[in-house]
C-alpha cells in the first residue's frame, strides 16, 4: 500500500523565519504534489514535481519553494515565513501523473506561523 | 472556468440511514471525477473515481457515485451509513486538456449520529 509520510507533523514558527516541510514517499511514484488546506478553501496546489530534480508551479506558489532531490523526498520551503501562512499542508504521490491519477496523501503538517 | 460546488458544508444523519452527498462541477471538457475521504488528523483516502463508461461506480465500503453529464453533477451515496463514516468528504475534478489540473471542492462534513 502507498506510504507517504510528513515531518514535522506540528510546528510552530516565526515571522520572517525559514520553514522547510519534508515529505518521504516509499511508492516509488514519479509525481508528488504540495497541497495546503483552509476552512472553507478546500485543498489547493502550490508545487508538485515530475520526478527527482523537477519543481512546478501549483495555483498559489508565491512565498513559496519547493525542492525535489530524490525520487522519494520533496520539500516545501518557507522562505519568509508570514501569518498567511498558518495551515495545514499536505504532501501527496502519484505514479501516473495527469487526469486519471490516484493521489495518496501524506497525514498532514499543521503550521502555525507567529 | 472549471469549479467544483458541494453545496453542504455540513450533514448529519443517524447511524442506519441512507445517504446522499451532492457534487457539482462546471467544466466544458472531459470530466475525470474523485471522491475523497478524510478522517480526522489524517491525509485523504481515495473512495472511487469516474472516467467514462458506466455513470455508477462502486468504491470502498459501500460508497458509490452516480456521474450525470446533463445535470454536471456526481453524487455519492451509501444504502446504510456508519458511525466510522464520520469524516469530511471531498469531491475533486480534474481536467483533461490540463494534466496537473486538480479542483477540490470545499468539503462535506459529516457526521453520523450512533
Known amino acids: 500500500e502507498a506510504a507517504v509520510t510528513q515531518s514535522p507533523r506540528n510546528k510552530v514558527a516565526v515571522t520572517g523565519g525559514k520553514v522547510t516541510l519534508s515529505c518521504n514517499q516509499t511508492n516509488n511514484h514519479n509525481n508528488m504534489y504540495w497541497y495546503r488546506q483552509d476552512t472553507g478553501h478546500g485543498l489547493r496546489l502550490i508545487h508538485y514535481s515530475y520526478g527527482a530534480g523537477s519543481t512546478e508551479k501549483g495555483d498559489i506558489p508565491d512565498g513559496y519553494k519547493a525542492s525535489r532531490p530524490s525520487q522519494e523526498n520533496f520539500s516545501l520551503i518557507l522562505e519568509l515565513a508570514t501569518p498567511s501562512q498558518t495551515s495545514v499542508y499536505f504532501c501527496a504521490s502519484g505514479e501516473l501523473g495527469g487526469h486519471q491519477d490516484t493521489q495518496y496523501f501524506g497525514p498532514g503538517t499543521r503550521l502555525l506561523v507567529l | 472556468a472549471q469549479s467544483v460546488t458541494q453545496p453542504d458544508a455540513r450533514v448529519t444523519v443517524s447511524e442506519g440511514a441512507s445517504l446522499q452527498l451532492r457534487c457539482k462541477y462546471s467544466?466544458?471538457?472531459?470530466?475525470?471525477l474523485f471522491w475523497y475521504v478524510q478522517y480526522p488528523r489524517q491525509g485523504l483516502q481515495l473512495l472511487l473515481k469516474y472516467y467514462s463508461g458506466d455513470p455508477v461506480v462502486q468504491g470502498v465500503n459501500g460508497f458509490e457515485a452516480e456521474f450525470s453529464k446533463s445535470n454536471s453533477s456526481f453524487h455519492l451515496r451509501k444504502a446504510s451509513v456508519h458511525w466510522s463514516d464520520s469524516a469530511v468528504y471531498f469531491c475533486v475534478l480534474s481536467c483533461d486538456t490540463n494534466a496537473y489540473k486538480v479542483i477540490f471542492g470545499k468539503g462535506t462534513h459529516l457526521h453520523v449520529l450512533p
Open positions: 467544466y466544458s471538457g472531459t470530466p475525470y
